[in-house]
């Protein structure tokens, strides 16, 4: 069973939400605004947080941007007005993992937190859905993606990412020199539909630049391929590398 925390102001969106998850595989937990819901997480096993942006005593936003801050990497969902685009951007720069637009569809709250779910559970310390053939270490160059230990190295040194960003490496070093367009990467990864992903895709992307290349502005490895999308660039060996400087 997973611990789904729903955090709004709004009683009737608390109430609706936990409507579309009742059932077996869901316990519901519920917060009013950004400080309760960060209490709850201090003390319950929370597996995602489904959070509303504008919220009295603490807003979403920076209630996220603590969680993240106290290197929390659970998946948070924000909650958000189809006429919040800036707040929307806002909430990917802070650390959120995806957004649902309001009034939302019963059957895409259930898809995005199942997807969200996977990745957390695959990537986020947990090893209950780790597939028992997957190859446990993946390289490329200087980066290394250990499936198993659910760690990620850049030339010998540990980098700290969140589940969707070690999701979204493990897409692109299985993948390597395959250039894919932000729509086709959110259906890969998010498992969903693309509808408008691109700024989740293009904010996680930066994200991911800043902690795995040495000058994010100059990527070494993550690659624009102008007016099709992105691709990671198929590197040597760092041994060979080594070899080569030497």
Known sequence: MYNILVCDDEADIRSALRVYLSGDEYSIFEAKNGEEAIEIIKKEDIHLLLMDIMMPVLDGITALA???ENGNNIPVILLTSKSQDTDKILGLNAGADDYITKPFNPVEVIARIKSQLRRYMHFGGNNETQEKNDSAVIRNGG??????????????ETVNLTPTEMMLLKF???????????KEIYRK???????GAENTVTV???HLREKIEIDPAKPDYLKVVWGHGYKMEKKKPLEKLIRSDS
């Not at 980066?143 to 010998?156: C, F, I, Y």
């Not at 990864?189 to 509808?195: A, L, Q, S, T, Y």
């Open 66 to 68: 603590k969680l993240r």
């Open 143 to 156: 980066l290394e993606l250990d499936t198993n230990a659910k760690t990620v190295t850049r030339d010998g």
């Open 172 to 182: 692109f070093m299985e993948n390597l020199d395959k250039v894919y367009s932000p």
């Open 189 to 195: 990864v998010w498992k969903d539909d693309p509808f």
């Open 204 to 206: 996680h992307i930066r």
